[in-house]
């Protein structure tokens, strides 16, 4: 049986780190309390329509941690209604080191909250520095005691590699620091210079060096080795988890089940239909308040465009794209549709054939975006950006969460 999520976006943050293309503004000074009535409205509404049973939760952001104590207990007690009728198998809160102590650590446990995935990103101060995040080194392993002391047991830590500066040695000093810290998954990201953001704008102007790609690419094979000869399972392109801890919100992601998306610029999908509601506090609360709801963008997904989403999220997992499944999903049969890029891409070494489908090889997880773009664009020939550049789906999944594409060069 599908699973069903529920996302909720907190857009608040301590302040804006320099990499970050989220929606999120710094959480002093706003009205926050207005902000947790509209999304207990929108909620109510949403969960009129589920379809089943919330499967899982996953309460994102911003930095949900960095609400006072009164505004996460409010929040909280809107998501009592799913906690106690839906009985979820899993309940994530994303926190960042530095916001997560006892006593909100603890309202959280008594919620019902069962997993804490935090922001760690390095364990290098000039590091930390470089992507303008607040809490030092240090901060890490105690707010991974703090969660252990209430009963958190599962934790996720997330680590960035390829910020300028950083060496193959710095990356792989994080990744064991990581490892002894004993968390069940650990979530590797690659540094990418979003549009708008302060760094894209230091690295224009100059004043920053971006990482060799070279040396990237050996970070990421560092990873994949270090963590699993230290017992973590990659089971996605940025994902490793301990026998049993893989992070269940996310594969409702990549298995594009239906998920309820909650918030604003919160995504969502469901009966076929992907939605994104506004990125404005004011507009969201407005827009709510109105008529329940704060759509600005949907799409049905039908046919090929179903498909080629389908390819983009199932191509990340390591299991890869199951014929089967996938045939019951899209109605597109994967193993004729995409031949010429399955043929091509297992002749050079980045696509392997599994007993059930197709799966990246470690070589082709370095090339994942041009694989999948290859796949995408077999079945028809797609309209072209201005750039160049193939436009293919509006919807692009990153670091975990929805996100709306842009055409860029
Ligand atoms: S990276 Fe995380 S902590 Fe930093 S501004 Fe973005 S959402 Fe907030």
Known sequence: MESLGLYLHIPFCRSKCGYCDFYSVAVLNRPILPLIRALARELENRLAERPGPISTIFVGGGTPTVLPRPELDELMSCLKQVVDHDHPIEFTVEANPGTVEEAKLDLLTRAGVDRISMGAQSFHLPELQMLERLHTPDEIPRSVKSCRSVGIRRINLDLMFGIPGQTLAGWRESLHHAVDLGVEHIACYGLTYEPGTALTARRDRREIVPCDEELEAEMYLAA??????????????????????????????????????????????????????????????????????????????????????????????????????????????????????????????????TDSGVALTRAGRLMADTVIADFIDEPRSAPRCRAGSTRRSKWKMENGKWKMRTCRR
């Open 224 to 353: 994949i080795d270090d963590l699993e000869s230290a017992g973590y399972h990659q089971y996605e392109i940025s994902n490793f988890a301990k026998p049993g801890e893989r992070c269940l919100h996310n594969l409702v992601y990549w298995r594009n089940e239906p998920c309820i998306g909650v918030g604003p610029s919160a995504a969502g999908y469901l009966q076929g239909v992907r939605y994104k509601n506004v990125s404005n506090i004011e507009e969201y609360i407005c827009k709510v308040e109105q008529g329940g709801q704060a759509v600005v963008e949907s799409e049905k997904l039908t046919g090929q465009d179903l498909a080629g989403e389908t390819v983009m999220l199932q191509l990340r997992l390591n299991c890869g794209i199951v014929f089967d499944e996938f045939l019951l999903r899209t109605g597109v049969e994967a193993r004729l549709t995409y031949a010429r890029s399955i043929a091509k891409y297992v002749q050079n070494g980045f696509l392997k054939v």
